[in-house]
Nanobody, 121 residues
Framework: QVQLVESGGGLVQPGGSLRLSCVAS????????MRWYRQAPGKEREWVAY???????SYADPVKGRFTISRDNAKNTVYLQMNSLKPEDTAVYFC???????????????WGQGTQVTVSS
């Protein structure tokens, strides 16, 4: 079994910052790419940021220049530093980790339970 636990969400004023964390634990052989997604009320889940095994990153246009994704491979953890937050960033944020549970298994995507981020004055 693999568990992904997110933390760091909360209520913040416009222009503020938050740092999300997502820790993967359980039966993990190797971790591949890691991503963050978000889902606002009444909208579909959208991709936010991506980081490869060796640290190559990419971002959705709405967050480019404001959000930074990073990872700690020793801790199987992915982070999302969110600066200059806007009300339109309000959403539930989900981490997604692609990993193998043993040497012979295929890569498979796992999801966290989500953490609420609310940007409001």
């Amino acid at each position: 079994q693999v568990q992904l636990v997110e933390s760091g969400g909360g209520l913040v004023q416009p222009g503020g910052s938050l740092r999300l964390s997502c820790v993967a634990s359980g039966r993990i052989f190797s971790v591949n790419s890691m991503r963050w997604y978000r889902q606002a009320p009444g909208k579909e889940r959208e991709w936010v940021a991506y980081i490869s095994t060796n640290g190559v990153t990419s971002y959705a246009d709405p967050v480019k220049g404001r959000f930074t994704i990073s990872r700690d491979n020793a801790k199987n953890t992915v982070y999302l530093q969110m600066n200059s937050l806007k009300p339109e960033d309000t959403a539930v944020y989900f981490c997604n980790v692609r990993l193998k549970t043993d040497r012979l298994s295929e890569l498979r995507d796992y999801w966290g339970q989500g953490t609420q981020v609310t940007v409001s004055s």
